[in-house]
């Protein structure tokens, strides 16, 4: 299967999807990356970067339960597909990897 | 985290809200305008409502940037299943409409072609309405702004004037002072040469009071509109400064104007532009210093003299009065003050508001009657008709070419079209060659712009950035298409498949009619536009014609315009004659065409008492007749023979006439009244001579004086050798003068081209009507033409039988002509009168006019019929010379 990769931001949506657990929808999703983060975030970049993990199959969405504050309008709940959470492990992997040789640096250089 | 406690006071701003609704996908508006909301209320909560909103449409904007790659929340769904929306049919319609346009290149670039011309001309005639009605608006108190006029009444005729006598400025400065933000007082304006160091250069401008940079609202670029306060002070144009300093600084140099008088330079404005009256004010010098250098005007403020009208006066009037309450105050301000025997003038003054000048300038008997304004409502009538014939140009060919796809109706209709689609088609079509021929308009406006400013004397720029051309070119684009794409939109629309499939539906004949009542109308506009053309040109052909009194030919006139010139008449005019240039030399007071001066005071033996003898008064010295070649009836020129001729006259026949003299030679008047300080002077006439025409030359000739004197002098006129060349002559004559006026630039004129200026606004006008008549009847043949072709080809089957069963070429060359020629026949006859009443309503403002001769009428008919017969023979000659067996092979 040709591997999707993903970019810096999208991995931290993904995270945050995956965090959440079935209660990720866009305004949450928001706040929470700007709690974590500190990063100005605006919610069409999340809706954005939504779509398209959406479009990539690592994210999966239905439509949750209206709420008044939404003017009774339903909300689109996020979760994360296995194939999210597969590429999520191999970047987590990749970088472990990564991270590893950095910290014992007289380790002889391998091929990859 | 984000419940809220209670229900929400404030919601989102609606506009916003609605903007998303407009651009998002349907399937994707419930979730983001939710999360939207949310948000919103967090935000509230938080930085309060101000704030929120502003966050609110930051985010609605956010949603609405399209996005490379990706989806998007206003990407609309890919389509599973067929969910048409507008913009796909409006795509679809324009293709066909594209389609239907490329397989008649012909018909679309006829249609297309002459709708634009139309537009274009409708355009180019708003840009110039438009700029007519923005003259003067470059003065920031433009509506405050006006000039004191006077109604004098004068042998039971009212006069209207914008010259004023010199006290008038004081008078309503100290009585009327609170009517008024700013007075000031001016001569005429005029050229004047300016020199500084070496460089001489010849400028118009004018001599004006302190106030009037503040008037005018002038852009100092240097120095401040306070510049003329001081006596011997002026101001420059930035191109007079350019051309007479160059780079230089010229702040605080000293200049000299007419030889006369050193001034410094205090400030430098910004040159005025194109559309204004003062666009050729290029310096103003203090009035101060007129008066200063004019021991008459001084006399005239001094002294108070009431009964000379030669200074101008204008004023700004206080912020809080109006134009009417001002004008009716000061009504009196000159009647208060005159001599009791001039009250029978009844002077009344009245204000002539800037926003009248240029297009509201002409009074009869005291009333004003319109002016400039009626050429503006002339041309926009003109325009209206232009683009009246292009539309009905473009209806008359797409409603011919849509009866032939009554069988893509029938199909389209049988395939499952619903009416309204059918009529959207149509519509779109209509606006697609209206949209082409917007585009054309504008290509064609850039391209004639050039010219047209040539021949309006204009100097218009393309609106690129002016709003409310485009709305009105928007406007013009829907009206037009909805007009065009009517019949065919709703008439067509409305067949029944069924007949027109089978082949029974037939285009009955009524339906040709509205057609041919358009080509009726377009072509009684054209004809009315022609007749109307060719009797303008007339009026001025005639009125050049018209005697002139004098012989202009090889005639040079030469302003006076430095102390220089003065007193070196005999010998310019000895070096001159001995060199051969010219064949005679004499001075006068006013040029050939013009007068400069109007006197009254003047009595005779046998007036009647209460005739106000007012004469254009000409000084002239004695070889004045020989040099301009006076034509006499009676009596003799001035001559040196006679000693006596110091107190000679010589006067014209309209004077004779006004005078009621039977026989006038040997009269003695009488110029002034006993009790005048300077006594009176008494003329005897010794010569009567044929009117000469000097002013305008739709009027009739003044009654005028010719007195004899060498110092009231301002023009030197000079008659070429004409055995010599002008140019050549002209070298020496120039020789001469820098001889003996060494500070003087030479600058001449000729007279005939100085009296062929007096034509230049009625050939402009000329020139215009003349070019619009052209294009409308351009326009009318494109559609005769596009119109025959079609009804050849309907008829190519009928032509194809007739041939077979023996017709010539000629019967069917008569046949189908008939019908359009019977069609002009009618546009003749309709425009024939009209032209009839409007030409002689026009003709009868000119005293010196030309006659509405039957000929024009027939001249401009049988043009018409030949430019029918012409246009429409090209198709019905190739469909009668088609061989028949083409045109019934297929059936």
């Known amino acids: 299967m040709k591997r999707s990769y993903l970019g810096e931001f999208e991995e931290i949506v993904l995270l945050t999807v995956a965090v959440m657990e079935g209660q990720a929808y866009g305004v949450a999703i928001t706040h929470e990356i700007i709690e974590q983060t500190g990063r100005a975030v605006r919610l069409n970049q999340i809706h954005a970067a939504l779509d398209r993990l959406e479009d990539k199959g690592m994210v999966k969405s239905e439509m949750g339960e209206p709420t008044a504050e939404r003017g009774g309008r339903r909300k689109r709940l996020f979760t994360v597909t296995a194939y999210g959470r597969r590429t999520l492990q191999e970047i987590q992997e990749v970088r472990v990897s990564f991270w590893d040789r950095l910290l014992s640096p007289l380790k002889p250089a391998t091929s990859l | ?891």
Request: charged share 20%; net charge positive; hydrophobic share 40%.
């Open chain 2, 1 to 891: 985290m984000l419940k809220p406690l209670c229900p929400m006071p404030t919601t989102p701003p609606r506009l916003a809200d609605q903007l998303l609704r407009l651009f998002c996908a349907p399937h994707r508006l419930e979730e983001v305008q939710g999360d939207l909301h949310e948000e919103f209320a967090y935000q509230l909560r938080r930085v309060g409502e101000q704030r929120a909103k502003w966050h609110y449409w930051r985010n609605v904007v956010g949603f609405l940037k399209p996005r490379t790659g990706g989806s998007s929340a206003i990407k609309h769904e890919p389509k599973q299943y067929s969910n048409p929306s507008n913009t796909d049919m409006l795509r679809n319609y324009l293709k066909i409409a594209f389609r239907n346009l490329t397989r008649h290149k012909g018909y679309s670039a006829i249609n297309i072609g002459g709708l634009a011309v139309g537009m274009a001309v409708a355009m180019l005639i708003g840009l110039w309405i438009y700029d007519e009605l923005s003259y003067n608006t470059y003065h920031q108190h433009y509506d405050r702004i006006a000039q004191v006029m006077q109604h004098q009444t004068s042998n039971g005729h009212i006069s209207s004037q914008n010259s004023i006598p010199a006290p008038l400025g004081d008078e309503l400065r100290n009585k009327y002072g609170n009517n008024f933000k700013h007075l000031a007082m001016a001569t005429w304006q005029g050229d004047r040469i300016l020199s500084y160091g070496d460089k001489k250069i010849t400028r118009t401008g004018n001599y004006m009071g302190f106030e009037m940079p503040e008037i005018l609202s002038l852009h100092m670029l240097k120095g401040s509109r306070n510049g003329l306060k001081e006596t011997n002070t002026i101001l420059l144009s930035a191109s007079t400064a350019q051309s007479l300093f160059g780079q230089d600084n010229p702040m605080g140099k000293l200049i000299n104007i007419d030889g006369k008088a050193d001034v410094r330079v205090t400030g430098v404005y910004e040159d005025l532009p194109f559309n204004t009256e003062f666009r050729e004010l290029t310096f103003i010098a203090s009035w101060a210093l007129y008066v200063a250098t004019q021991p008459w005007v001084k006399q005239a403020l001094d002294q108070r003299v009431w009964d000379n009208n030669s200074f101008q006066l204008f004023v700004q009037i206080a912020d809080n009065m109006d134009m009417e309450t001002v004008s009716s105050r000061i009504k009196n301000s000159k009647l208060n003050n005159v001599p009791d025997h001039q009250k029978k003038y009844k002077s009344e003054m009245f204000l002539h508001p800037m926003s009248d000048w240029r297009l509201h300038s002409n009074w009869e008997e005291g009333i004003q009657t319109g002016g400039y304004m009626q050429y503006v409502r002339l041309f926009a009538i003109v325009g209206l008709f232009v683009l009246l014939l292009a539309c009905i140009n473009f209806m008359n060919l797409s409603t011919a070419r849509s009866e032939k796809r009554a069988k893509e109706v029938g199909i389209r209709k049988a395939v499952g079209s619903v009416r309204s689609q059918l009529i959207n088609q149509f519509f779109s079509e209509s606006f697609l060659v209206v949209v082409f021929a917007f585009g054309g308009a504008i290509l064609l406006i850039l391209a004639l712009l050039p010219w047209f400013n040539e021949v309006a004397d204009k100097q218009i720029a393309f609106p690129w950035a002016n709003a409310s051309f485009w709305l009105a070119s928007f406007s013009f684009i829907l009206i037009t298409g909805l007009l065009a794409g009517s019949y065919p939109a709703f008439y067509l629309s409305s067949f029944q498949p069924i007949k027109v499939l089978k082949g029974t539906f037939k285009v009955g004949g009524l339906a040709a009619v509205p057609r041919k009542v358009l080509v009726v109308v377009q072509f009684t506009v054209s004809i009315t536009l022609i007749i109307g053309t060719i009797i303008v040109y007339r009026q001025i052909q005639h009125t050049k014609n018209r005697p002139l009194g004098y012989d202009n030919n090889g005639l040079l006139m030469m302003q006076m315009m430095s102390p220089a010139y003065y007193g070196k008449y005999d010998v310019l005019k000895t070096d001159l004659k001995n060199a051969g240039v010219i064949q005679e030399m004499a001075e006068s007071s006013s040029p050939l065409t013009g007068i400069w001066s109007n006197n009254g005071g003047f009595s005779w033996p046998g007036k009647d008492p209460s005739l106000d003898s007012d004469f254009a008064t000409v000084w002239v010295t004695h070889d004045f007749g020989k040099t301009v070649g006076w034509q006499f009836k009676e009596g003799r020129d001035f001559s040196r023979k006679f000693t006596t001729d110091s107190s000679a006259i010589v006067i014209n026949e309209a004077a004779v006439k006004f005078m009621g003299l039977e026989h006038p030679l040997g009269t003695v008047v009488k110029w002034g009244e006993e009790s005048d300080t300077n006594k009176p002077d008494y003329f005897t006439i010794v010569g009567v001579i044929k009117d000469v025409l000097a002013e305008s030359p739709y009027e009739p000739v003044k009654q005028a004086i010719y007195i004899m004197d060498y110092e009231n002098v301002n023009w030197i006129m000079l008659k070429l050798n004409p055995a010599r060349s002008a140019s050549q002559s002209i070298a020496t004559i120039e020789s001469i003068f820098k001889k003996h006026v060494p500070s003087a630039p030479f600058d001449y004129k000729f007279a005939d081209e100085e009296f062929g200026k007096k034509f230049a606004s009625e050939e402009r006008i000329g020139k215009l009507a003349g070019s619009f008549a052209i294009l409308a009847i351009l326009i009318s043949c494109l559609g005769l033409f596009g119109l025959s072709s079609f009804v050849a080809e309907q008829r190519t089957k009928e032509i194809g039988v007739r041939k077979v069963l023996g017709a010539s070429v000629l019967n069917l060359w008569s046949l189908l002509s008939k019908d359009f020629v019977v069609l002009v026949i009618i546009a003749c006859l309709i425009a024939s009168p009209i032209a009839y009443y409007y030409l002689s309503d026009w003709l009868k403002d000119y005293d010196y006019r030309t006659e509405l001769s039957w000929w024009v009428f027939a001249g401009s008919a049988v043009g018409a019929l030949l430019i029918t017969l012409l246009t429409v023979s090209f198709q019905t000659i190739k469909a009668a010379l088609v061989n028949p067996v083409k045109s019934l092979r297929s059936e």
